[in-house]
């Protein structure tokens, strides 16, 4: 699909995303309980937007938030029944569990899309005082990851076979939690990574760091997390997952029109962000969160539309480098038929 195709597709699902999910508002004596997994970052907002907004009250749900440290860690609580829905990166953890049918992605969210802001490599003032001037330089260096397999490793290895050297010549360093890759970053005990542009701006504005490249030359179109649920809920209650992906719908078009396309006013996006400032930066006084939470977010597909194509590359990636079962299928890992697909 063409990237002129690709904008029109998704201003028409920004449009009407919640168009596949209309359904009846829920009269409930009770409302059913939902453990909702999130990573503590503004792309998880839309999830805090339904929440605050009362559009999971509306699909009969009380939902509580349980929070994980990496996109691993969130997989392996959805497959724990510790949580019932979440939205990550595709991991060979993730991919592994699909295979003994524990999860199931059912939509996509965060993706690179072209001329909108998308995620930055890194390098340490270190290393970039030390020749690391480009992705190309990243050979021979160390690259900060939560643990193999995760998006981070995905990303390294796109950008090693783009710029024509082997992912072996890259010394990966699992470093488990996000906090950690930047506390590593920031001092130099690490030379490069890549994160999505409000951590990354940030980053840089504090003068240890250095933008070095943009993930969107190395991977177009790369469909950096999906909505997943377990395979029961997927196979079995559709009309749980509908009415999930409702609420989660509406969360999407109030993040996009307030931080990413930037059409909502100023009251709106102040609610916006004081509900994501809850989870996000909320060790910081608002003021000083705000602007980390507006500034550099990255598009969420309306109506958690899909790129299957992405999916399917990352699978085969995962495969390939003997990180996820050879023997897992597309239709082990994605149910589809709940979103859109681009």
Do not use: C
Request: net charge positive; no cysteine; charged share 20%.
């Amino acid at each position: 699909m063409t990237s002129t195709n690709r904008r029109a597709v998704l201003a028409g699902l920004g449009a009407a995303s919640a168009a596949p999910f209309l359904l009846p508002r829920r009269v409930l004596a009770a409302a059913e309980k939902l453990n909702v997994g999130i990573l503590t970052l503004t792309s998880h907002a839309p999830a805090l937007i339904a929440e605050a907004k009362g559009y999971f009250k509306e699909q009969g749900f009380d939902v509580k938030f349980v929070t994980f440290q990496s996109a691993q860690a969130l997989a392996v609580g959805i497959a724990s029944r510790d949580v019932d829905f979440g939205m990550t990166a595709i991991s060979g953890g993730l991919v592994s569990l699909s295979q003994k049918g524990a999860i199931k992605i059912i939509g996509g969210a965060l993706q690179e899309h072209a001329g909108i802001e998308g995620q930055k490599i890194l390098a340490s003032k270190k290393a970039y005082d030390a020749g690391l001037k480009t992705p190309a330089d990243i050979k021979g260096h160390s690259f900060g990851l939560t643990t193999a397999g995760s998006s981070f490793n995905y990303m390294a290895d796109m950008i090693a076979r783009k710029s024509g050297f082997p992912a072996t010549d890259i010394r990966f360093v699992p470093l488990q939690k996000v906090p950690a890759i930047i506390a590593s970053l920031k001092s130099g005990q690490i030379d490069a990574w890549s994160i999505v542009p409000n951590i990354a701006d940030a980053l840089t504005k504090g003068g240890d760091v250095v933008e070095i490249g943009k993930i969107s030359d190395f991977i177009p179109d790369y469909q950096v997390t999906t909505v997943f649920t377990s395979a029961e809920n997927a196979d079995k209650k559709p009309e749980v997952v509908k009415r999930y992906l409702a609420a989660l719908s509406k969360g999407i078009d109030d993040y996009n029109t307030a931080l990413v396309y930037k059409k909502a006013d100023a009251a709106e996006v102040a609610e916006i962000v004081k509900i994501v400032h809850k989870y996000v930066y909320s060790a910081m006084p608002l003021a000083k969160a705000g602007p980390r939470i507006t500034h550099g977010a990255m598009l969420i597909n309306p109506g958690a539309a899909i790129s299957m194509a992405s999916v399917k590359s990352q699978l085969e990636w995962l495969q390939g480098a003997n990180m996820a079962p050879k023997s897992v299928t597309m239709a082990q890992l994605v149910k589809t038929g709940y979103v859109k697909e681009l």
